[in-house]
């Protein structure tokens, strides 16, 4: 019997857990030269700004042992221009999508969700907490709670009820778990970590860093460990909660492992870069060791890693009937 990949993220029902990581993807139209992409539970598109952004100078993009340092600088044509062509492009395909935003300020990050509310389309939306708040001395608002929460709060005010706002959560922090409590105190329905760390590497030829930002985000399976850490403490803390896991994921066992720690649902990120098919080959390889190990349903296996050996599982259903 096939294994029951389906997923939840809040309300919104996922066909299985795999989706794309933002910016590894763009919008969804380079990916689709390479297979249908309702296929995968949902595509993630780039973070989205207000005004078109042309990114930080380069070279933005260094290759590390084990991974990849990026300073990309959100490049994007802006929120009209997502609207106008490339939602109703994924839109018309059917494809759950989940839209990522970043903003300088609480009001840009609450104009977006503004703008995004009534438009078709938009299975939920991811709130990059990984900008500079603009006015805060350029402070990362993932960095602190008290910010993040702002930010969530003012996002979920404005969002369509039945729209599911993520908080994307930075493992740049003392304290992960207690951004991630203010976040859903804020009122995110779920959580996505981790963002990538902060990295940099010199080229040792011009003695100069590699990246002309001098540092940047480091992606890759150099960061798993740092991810299935993250995502361990956040589900121990708050079970409830649903969380979106990525970090370093190139395999199907790298995606279960995720999963063992408490995610319901796993991005795929940098793979992409060197094999546009990861998603579905970790999709087929996350489902064959699922029923492997005797699982009829990916729901069993969430946040299984957490359980004493021989304890039964909870899944949404069950915690649905429970509160009949």
């Not at 294994?3 to 857990?17: A, S």
Request: with cysteine; net charge neutral.
């Amino acid at each position: 019997m096939p294994v029951d990949m389906r997923t939840y993220l809040g309300h919104v029902e996922l066909v299985n857990p795999i989706t794309t990581a933002a910016g590894c993807a763009a919008s969804g139209s380079e990916l689709a030269q390479f297979f249908d992409l309702g296929r995968i539970g949902a595509l993630t598109t780039r973070s989205i700004t207000m005004a078109p952004r042309a990114g930080r100078p380069t070279p933005r993009m260094a290759e590390t042992p084990s991974g990849m340092l990026n300073a990309i600088g959100l490049q994007g044509p802006g929120v009209d221009a997502f609207l106008e062509r490339e939602l109703p492009w994924l839109a018309q395909r059917n494809v759950r999508t989940v839209v990522s935003i970043g903003g300088g300020t609480v009001a840009e990050y609450t104009a977006l969700a503004r703008r995004l509310t009534d438009a078709p389309g938009v299975s939920a939306v991811e709130v990059n907490l990984s900008c500079p708040n603009i006015e805060d001395r350029g402070r990362v608002f993932a960095r602190d709670g008290a910010a993040s929460a702002e930010v969530i709060a003012s996002v979920r005010s404005v969002m369509r009820y039945d729209v599911p706002v993520v908080a994307k959560l930075s493992p740049d922090v003392v304290d992960v778990v207690s951004v991630a409590r203010a976040c859903v105190d804020g009122g995110a329905d779920a959580l996505s970590m981790i963002n990538n760390p902060l990295g940099m590497s010199i080229d040792t030829e011009a003695m100069r860093p590699s990246l002309a930002a001098v540092t940047g985000g480091l992606s890759g399976p150099a960061i798993r460990p740092l991810a299935v850490r993250c995502v361990w403490q956040v589900h121990a803390a708050l079970p409830s909660v649903p969380i979106i896991g990525m970090g370093g994921v190139l395999t199907g066992r790298d995606a279960f492992e995720l999963i063992l720690a408490g995610a319901c649902v796993v991005a795929v990120g940098t793979a992409l870069f060197h094999d546009p098919y990861a998603c579905l080959r970790i999709l087929r390889e996350l489902e064959e060791l699922l029923a492997a190990r005797g699982f009829h349903r990916l729901a069993d296996a969430v946040g299984l890693a957490h359980r004493p050996p021989g304890a039964s599982t909870r899944h949404r259903i069950d915690l649905e009937e429970s509160s009949l």
